[in-house]
């Protein structure tokens, strides 16, 4: 069966130090990954998402980057945190073109201090 | 632009009540999904249900596509639904799940 991982649970940085947060699928291949972010209290904002190796759709402009180094690995990074980036990070994945449940991982608990 | 809008924003109910929870999208989608997410910030897949009616236990779901939206319906509620629903829908053409602006429940004892 299918599995998501995502690490780490929680996460405390301060501001300007880098970001790196990780997600691997098992189970499956070529499934199209996506990161998302939900703010305290509100929705889920898609930040990236990738439906093959190094290929990235941003969503919204700001100071994330993400990467798809390999089939079933998504990463989200940045150079120097701000206080804004500070959040609750899905990762997420589903397969192929059509229609298909989308399935998240638990999530990294982000503060920026 | 693309659009989805969920309804009550807010809703407490006393346990043992009935609601109807209501996600309206904009345009032909390939998929939609409610979710559930609880206290500790998981996301728990209730529904897949780009079209039609499904039944699971207490919960059900019912998505009109032709008329863009779609119900979900909590019978006999218990304190443990609380939390924030959200529905998800994936645009015919696209990769990206958009997810609507959820409805947050509050089941009283």
């Known amino acids: 069966s299918q599995t998501i991982h995502q690490w780490p649970a929680t996460l405390v940085q301060p501001v300007g130090s880098p970001l790196s947060l990780e997600c691997t699928v098992e189970?499956?291949?070529?499934?199209?990954l996506y990161w998302y972010r939900q703010a305290a209290g509100r929705g889920l904002q898609l930040l990236f998402y990738?439906?093959?190796?190094?290929?990235i759709s941003s969503e919204v402009p700001q100071n994330l980057s993400a990467s798809r180094p390999q089939d079933r690995q998504f990463i989200l990074s940045s150079k120097k945190l701000l206080l804004s980036d500070s959040g609750f990070y899905l990762c997420?994945?589903?397969?192929?073109?059509?229609?298909?449940?989308?399935?998240f991982g638990n999530g990294t608990r982000l503060t920026v201090t | 632009g693309i659009q989805v809008e969920q309804s009550p924003p807010d809703l407490i109910l006393q346990e043992g009540a009935n609601s109807t929870l209501r996600c309206n999208f904009s345009?032909?989608?390939?998929?939609l999904q409610w979710f559930h997410q609880n206290p500790w910030g998981q996301l728990i897949n209730l529904f897949y249900?780009?079209?039609g009616t499904k039944q699971n236990g207490r919960l059900s779901a019912t998505t009109v596509a032709t008329e863009r939206y779609s119900l979900l319906y909590i019978s006999s509620s218990q304190t443990t639904d609380s939390g924030v629903y959200f529905c998800?829908?994936?645009?015919?053409?696209?990769?990206?799940?958009?997810f609507g602006t959820g409805t947050r429940l509050k089941v009283l004892a």
């Open positions: 997420a994945w589903s397969v192929g073109r059509g229609g298909s449940p989308l399935h």
């Open positions: 189970g499956t291949s070529n499934p199209n």
């Open positions: 990738s439906v093959g190796i190094g290929q």
């Open positions: 345009d032909s989608v390939n998929n």
């Open positions: 249900i780009p079209s």
């Open positions: 998800a829908v994936r645009y015919s053409g696209t990769y990206k799940y958009i």
